[in-house]
């Protein structure tokens, strides 16, 4: 991703060779911030404060915040600790306990001293291949976006509408839902963004922040407009990211997306999903069974003595889904398709 015409990633090793420097996302959009890790509880705290977010980047991170541990001591004791302690930051991301038991099938075997050295190149490998897929995913929908422009019949901008942020700050690379925006830019179908403010946390400001850095037309608006607009036939089609995807196509997501999903239902608006295939996870097989995180009430900053209520995520029933789009092509949000892309990870 640019940031001042220089490209980079959302989290790299340090000089020294062993530290962990990641973008402070809670510094964003007014302040861009480098940060370093140098221990286990450093990457735990980044992943919980959200310093990092986004399903794909979690998951790295993790792996990352392993590599740490087990730098100096890669004893069982620090292993199972270090696991534990990454595994209990946040709930609803399935990415992070597939980069977790990914780690540990690789690591346990080894001997103690194999294990730090090992942990740093699979961490590496994993924010590598996160970034090839989030390519992937772009150069698909990219693909998609050019066949509802030419759909349109006119020049005017295809119009998306996105919620949260699912781009470059969300993975190692280019992103999930916005990979798309990027590469459909990059080739010259006007493309204007819809985006949403995502409150409490206000994720839309990074991607509003991100689509400038590329030079993508973009205009925020508040989380409830997105409805008037869809009404108003000015949105083409919504696009948005995923935490965790159920057997069946359900989609966990940034709060306030099941909204978005049936507002789009309503007034015949396609409603796509970026999926990775480390956000699919096939062990659940509806999506009430994904744990929604619950954030801490102080977040709305309404003050001591006001009853809050912060859930993190929603689930949007596949059924509100047109198509996930994965880094091996676009299908329907159910099991067979599911399992007719990815055959390997059905059970």
């Given at each position: 991703?640019?940031?001042?015409?220089?490209?980079?990633?959302?989290?790299?090793?340090g000089s020294?060779g062993w530290?962990?420097?990641?973008?402070?996302?809670?510094?964003?959009?007014?302040?861009?911030?480098?940060?370093?890790?140098?221990?286990?509880?450093?990457?735990?705290?980044?992943?919980?404060?959200?310093?990092?977010?986004?399903?794909?980047?979690?998951?790295?991170?993790?792996?990352?915040?392993?590599?740490?541990?087990?730098?100096?001591?890669?004893?069982?004791?620090?292993?199972?600790?270090?696991?534990?302690?990454?595994?209990?930051?946040?709930?609803?991301?399935?990415?992070?306990?597939?980069?977790?038991?990914?780690?540990?099938?690789?690591?346990?075997?080894?001997?103690?001293?194999?294990?730090?050295?090992?942990?740093?190149?699979?961490?590496?490998?994993?924010?590598?291949?996160?970034?090839?897929?989030?390519?992937?995913?772009?150069?698909?929908?990219?693909?998609?976006?050019?066949?509802?422009?030419?759909?349109?019949?006119?020049?005017?901008?295809?119009?998306?509408?996105?919620?949260?942020?699912?781009?470059?700050?969300?993975?190692?690379?280019?992103?999930?839902?916005?990979?798309?925006?990027?590469?459909?830019?990059?080739?010259?179908?006007?493309?204007?963004?819809?985006?949403?403010?995502?409150?409490?946390?206000?994720?839309?400001?990074?991607?509003?922040?991100?689509?400038?850095?590329?030079?993508?037309?973009?205009?925020?608006?508040?989380?409830?407009?997105?409805?008037?607009l869809m009404?108003?036939?000015?949105?083409?089609?919504?696009?948005?990211?995923?935490?965790?995807?159920?057997?069946?196509?359900?989609?966990?997501?940034?709060?306030?997306?099941?909204?978005?999903?049936?507002?789009?239902?309503?007034?015949?608006?396609?409603?796509?999903?970026?999926?990775?295939?480390?956000?699919?996870?096939?062990?659940?097989?509806?999506?009430?069974?994904?744990?929604?995180?619950?954030?801490?009430?102080?977040?709305?900053?309404?003050?001591?003595?006001?009853?809050?209520?912060?859930?993190?995520?929603?689930?949007?029933?596949?059924?509100?889904?047109?198509?996930?789009?994965?880094?091996?092509?676009?299908?329907?949000?159910?099991?067979?398709?599911?399992?007719?892309?990815?055959?390997?990870?059905?059970?």
């Amino acid at each position: 991703m640019r940031v001042d015409g220089r490209w980079r990633r959302t989290i790299w090793l340090g000089s020294d060779g062993w530290s962990v420097e990641i973008v402070d996302q809670t510094a964003l959009p007014g302040r861009f911030e480098i940060v370093r890790l140098a221990t286990v509880e450093d990457a735990a705290r980044a992943i919980t404060s959200m310093q990092v977010r986004g399903a794909p980047l979690i998951g790295v991170a993790a792996g990352y915040g392993l590599a740490l541990a087990l730098r100096t001591d890669g004893s069982d004791r620090v292993l199972e600790s270090a696991l534990a302690m990454l595994g209990s930051t946040r709930p609803t991301a399935v990415n992070l306990q597939w980069a977790l038991d990914r780690c540990k099938a690789v690591l346990a075997p080894l001997a103690p001293a194999e294990r730090g050295p090992a942990s740093y190149r699979l961490a590496a490998a994993m924010a590598d291949e996160d970034a090839e897929t989030c390519h992937r995913i772009g150069e698909t929908g990219a693909a998609l976006l050019a066949e509802r422009h030419g759909a349109l019949g006119d020049q005017r901008p295809l119009q998306i509408l996105t919620h949260c942020n699912a781009g470059w700050l969300a993975t190692v690379d280019w992103g999930t839902a916005l990979a798309p925006i990027y590469l459909a830019h990059d080739a010259g179908i006007p493309v204007h963004v819809w985006v949403d403010e995502t409150r409490p946390r206000n994720q839309g400001l990074l991607t509003a922040w991100e689509l400038g850095q590329h030079g993508v037309p973009h205009t925020v608006i508040v989380d409830n407009a997105g409805g008037l607009l869809m009404r108003k036939g000015r949105v083409d089609l919504c696009m948005v990211g995923t935490d965790r995807v159920a057997r069946n196509g359900d989609v966990a997501n940034k709060i306030g997306t099941y909204l978005k999903a049936l507002a789009a239902f309503d007034n015949g608006v396609p409603f796509y999903v970026a999926a990775p295939s480390s956000s699919i996870d096939f062990s659940v097989a509806t999506g009430h069974l994904i744990p929604l995180e619950e954030r801490r009430p102080d977040e709305l900053g309404l003050g001591p003595g006001v009853a809050v209520t912060n859930p993190a995520f929603d689930v949007t029933p596949a059924r509100l889904v047109t198509a996930l789009i994965t880094e091996r092509g676009v299908c329907r949000a159910a099991e067979a398709d599911l399992g007719a892309l990815f055959p390997e990870r059905v059970r």
